[in-house]
């Protein structure tokens, strides 16, 4: 779509009106850099980028787009992997970059108040000293902002335990797209009224934009040990994530890796996985000294009478750190593999896992692509990773409709098409497979009532009707047609 | 649908057309709770019982108006637990009731309020549709977040039918240990304990005297217990119970009890009256006559918000005035889920 440069001209001059020519950025090659986030199949750039120093900027920023019918997307550290931050050729990307300050850290109460372009990661590095930490740790927390966290409710590998960014959030400072300021949560536990503030969170920039969040802040463990298991087996290795959680243990992470997985990450990182097994579960412990050699003593002999060939205990903190490292390398190793891979965030029942996995294999088979699948055990949340390659024509498109096809089995398992890396653009075919036309409508009103123009990252997350019944006809569902009450074209 | 589903939905159809409002009702058990709501008795008690638990997916699914004893009870022969400790305030009380009124026990400030253990749930909106949101597993961020919305909203939204459940596993080990000391300085130490790695699941400072619950493997209770020194209560259960129910002494006669949710450092209150500290500090419970006003200024400079929990002859409303623009916005919510407000009318905030 070409820029409507009159338009673009009038946006531009609006918001130099309060900000530093400087940070109005409109030509193509200032623009460009924003053109996609993490999800880069998807590239589009914005027609303004508007980058505030401080929230009166953005406030003014929604207010001038709203006055004009402008729409807006609001973009943290652009390494969203659904293409939330997805720029609109006739919007203007609101990039909360510069707002990266934290505001201050209150060691007695255990909370920080932090700005929406605040690095995960640092939030933790400035608790530190305080013995403190923030607990959710996506594996992206070295670049990944706190304001994108909590527009995408992100979890990590500890979510089981210490919760979702949902879970350990208590305020946040919201910019409605009329340009107000309304504070959710508070001080406290809880909060007057209803529960906006988790209304907010996971809803992927499409209801306001957080301008000022308060975390809290969780005890540093006193320490942690990690129990690697290999099977032959992956439904054995699944029947032993069952009987850790039926022996009443919670561990702070629970992650499965397939074989394919393992023989991508073994050559590259050395971290002592055997690749001769079907599948190897790492399971942590953490806590207290005495909770913790509890703990990693049940596990073992768990992992052992559930068919584990090998089972080892990490001896320090070096070799419970080389465990992980392995795990976390999972995405770049595969990488290694093949010139493009296509990460999938759905989430199922885990009894269902076996099963799910043997339709992955079909489908590998069906598609001619390889799938490595990581697996957040703990929770569900299971990480296909489809290898293809983008210069051969075609393969993309088999790699994503490979994806939705894996989406769908999870919906029919009693699962969910997105766990934790949200909807964007990526998912929204795939929405209309897991819900009715009446939730869509019921998402759509709740839109309306934060922002009636639908000005705010529209198009993302929630599919218009319209939309699904297009889609539909491709996709019948158990014979069934998902809208009948829709016009057909 | 089933015939009970689709004979609510014909209700709300028919109160939605003629515009009567209805007063949803499960057990009864939480009728104090709230302003009073207008309307007719819309009894929902009969749809009940438990759909699926599967202890090993740590997922219980049960219908609205399943007693909450039974389904603890169904969780405890699996050896797991509701971690959010709800109230029951009678044995009436139902699951439905119990996430819409959205309150949380003695474990709130370790294990987590009501809205983090909901997953999913099923409702009727304000024009009688059968709607899902969430699911049965621990993470999706498919679609807006309507199941924790929903939780706390004193019905005004909805009518949960069903709802999904995250499950704890019970503790291994408990233990309750007690000393005397002076409030400000029990509070002092609730925060110090709550910055370490400690299994500390319930504080409470009552009648001068600070409790502190410690849960998890033996051993490790055991060696915190050391740590942290006083006496060990007898009846331990029995104790945090009767501060989860309010049949703790501290809650009798039957003046007004107000419920201050604050930052859990905030200094000594300066009112007049009788309190309990909960949560670590972050909960304050207040027996004053002091007017409603006073009160809510104290908690607004705390961080905080003040409940009228227990009107007590006070005519002030139960919950904390918003500010206009998050007050249009709940308007705006409440407008998109129910349209012809026939739902609790009035119970939250007179607006609505």
Redesign the interface.
Same mark, same amino acid.
């Given at each position: 779509m070409p820029v409507d440069l009159e338009r673009q001209r009038a946006v531009c001059a609006a918001l130099r009106a309060f900000m530093p020519a400087r940070n109005v950025l409109f030509e193509r090659e200032d623009v460009t850099p924003y053109e996609c986030d993490g999800l880069s199949a998807y590239r589009q750039p914005p027609m303004v980028v508007a980058l505030p120093e401080n929230e009166s900027q953005v406030c003014e920023i929604l207010e001038t787009c709203h006055a004009m019918r402008v729409p807006v997307v609001a973009r943290g550290a652009g390494t969203g992997l659904s293409g939330g931050a997805l720029p609109l050729g006739n919007g203007v990307l609101l990039s909360l970059a510069k707002l990266k300050n934290i505001l201050a850290i209150d060691a007695p109460a255990r909370t920080a108040r932090v700005q929406p372009g605040v690095r995960n990661l640092a939030i933790s590095e400035a608790a530190a000293p305080h013995g403190l930490y923030y607990a959710p740790d996506p594996s992206s927390q070295i670049a990944c902002s706190i304001g994108g966290n909590v527009a995408e409710n992100s979890g990590g590998v500890h979510c089981l335990k210490y919760g979702l960014t949902v879970h350990n959030i208590l305020k946040l400072r919201v910019a409605t797209i009329e340009g107000e300021i309304v504070e959710l949560g508070g001080g406290g536990l809880d909060a007057a009224g209803y529960d906006l503030m988790a209304l907010l969170t996971g809803s992927e920039g499409l209801l306001g934009v957080v301008t000022e969040i308060t975390v809290k802040l969780l005890p540093r463990p006193e320490c942690a040990q990690v129990v690697l298991a290999a099977f032959d087996d992956v439904g054995a290795a699944g029947e032993a994530v069952a009987n850790v959680i039926a022996a009443g243990i919670i561990p702070a992470g629970m992650e499965m890796m397939d074989q394919p997985a393992t023989l991508a990450v073994e050559p590259f990182v050395n971290a002592g996985y055997p690749t001769d097994a079907a599948g190897i579960l790492l399971c942590e412990s953490d806590g207290t000294r005495e909770e913790v050699a509890d703990e990693i003593a049940r596990i073992e002999k768990i992992m052992q009478d559930s068919g584990a060939h090998l089972v080892r205990v990490s001896r320090d903190e070096a070799e419970r750190l080389k465990f992980w490292a392995g795990r976390k390398a999972a995405f770049p190793a595969v990488g290694r593999l093949s010139p493009d891979y296509y990460c999938m965030d759905g989430t199922i029942p885990r009894r269902r896992l076996a099963e799910v996995l043997r339709g992955i294999a079909a489908m590998e088979k069906n598609y001619g692509l390889r799938c490595a699948n990581v697996f957040h055990a703990g929770d569900g949340n299971l990480h296909p990773l489809i290898l293809y390659d983008a210069n051969d024509p075609g393969q993309l498109q088999r790699a994503e409709l490979f994806g939705a096809e894996i989406l769908k089995l999870c919906i029919d398992v009693g699962g969910t098409i997105t766990g934790e890396h949200g909807v964007g653009v990526e998912k929204i075919d795939s929405m209309c497979v897991q819900f009715g036309a009446a939730e869509l409508e019921a998402l759509h009103a709740l839109k309306r009532a934060f922002d009636e123009h639908e000005l705010l990252n529209p198009g993302k997350a929630v599919p218009t009707l319209h939309r699904c019944a297009e889609f539909g006809r491709m996709h019948v569902h158990s014979g069934a047609e998902k809208f009948p009450e829709l016009p057909r074209f | 649908m089933d015939t009970l589903i689709q004979h609510f939905a014909d209700t709300i159809r028919a109160a939605t057309e003629k515009r009567r409002p209805l007063r949803i009702r499960g057990g009864g058990s939480k009728d104090f709770y709230g302003n009073a709501a207008a309307g007719e008795d819309f009894d929902v008690t009969g749809h009940r019982g438990i759909i699926d638990y599967?202890?090993?997916?740590?997922?219980i699914t049960a219908r609205a108006g399943t007693p909450l004893a039974e389904i603890e009870a169904a969780m405890r022969g699996h050896?797991?637990m509701l971690g959010f400790e709800p109230p029951h305030f009678g044995g009436s009380a139902t699951l439905g009731g119990c996430i819409a009124a959205?309150l949380s026990g003695p474990r709130?400030?370790a294990a987590?309020?009501a809205?983090?253990f909901v997953l999913g749930l099923r409702m009727l909106?304000g024009r009688g549709?059968?709607?899902?949101?969430g699911?049965? &597993?621990?993470? *999706?961020?498919?679609?807006?977040? &309507?199941s924790?919305?929903m939780?706390?909203?004193l019905g005004t #939204?909805g009518v949960i039918l069903e709802v999904s459940l995250k499950a #704890? @596993?019970?503790p291994?080990a408990e233990l309750t240990l007690s000393c005397e000391l002076p409030r400000s300085e029990a509070v002092e130490l609730m *925060?110090?304990w709550?910055?370490?790695?400690?299994?500390v699941t319930a504080t409470c400072h009552v009648e001068k005297r600070l409790y502190v619950r410690l849960s998890?493997?033996?051993?490790?209770v055991?060696?915190?217990a050391k740590k942290i020194g006083g006496e060990e209560v007898p009846n331990a259960a029995e104790f945090w119970s009767g501060v989860r129910d309010h049949r703790d002494l501290f809650f009798s006669g039957d003046g007004p009890v107000w419920r201050?949710?604050?930052?859990?450092?905030?200094p000594e209150l300066g009112l007049a009256g009788h309190q309990m500290v909960e949560?670590g500090g972050?909960?304050r419970w207040l027996k004053t006559d002091a007017d409603a006003g006073s009160v809510r200024k104290v908690a607004r400079e705390?961080?905080?918000?003040a409940?009228l929990f227990r009107r007590g002859g006070q005519t002030a409303g139960a919950?904390?005035?918003?500010?206009e @623009? #998050?007050?249009r #916005?709940?308007r705006?919510?409440k407008?998109?889920?129910d349209p012809a407000g026939v739902f609790n009318p009035g119970r939250?905030?007179p607006d609505f």
């Open positions: - | 599967e202890p090993t997916e740590l997922v050896g797991q959205g709130r400030a987590g309020a809205r983090d909106d549709t059968d709607l899902r949101f699911g049965q &597993v621990m993470k *999706n961020v498919a679609g807006y977040d &309507v924790r919305l939780t706390g909203s #939204l #704890l @596993p019970l291994q *925060n110090a709550a910055g370490q790695p400690l299994p998890g493997a033996e051993s490790a055991r060696a915190a201050l949710s604050l930052a859990s450092t905030a949560w972050a909960l705390a961080g905080g918000h409940t919950f904390h005035p918003l500010p @623009p #998050l007050m #916005l709940h705006r919510v407008q998109a889920m939250l905030y």
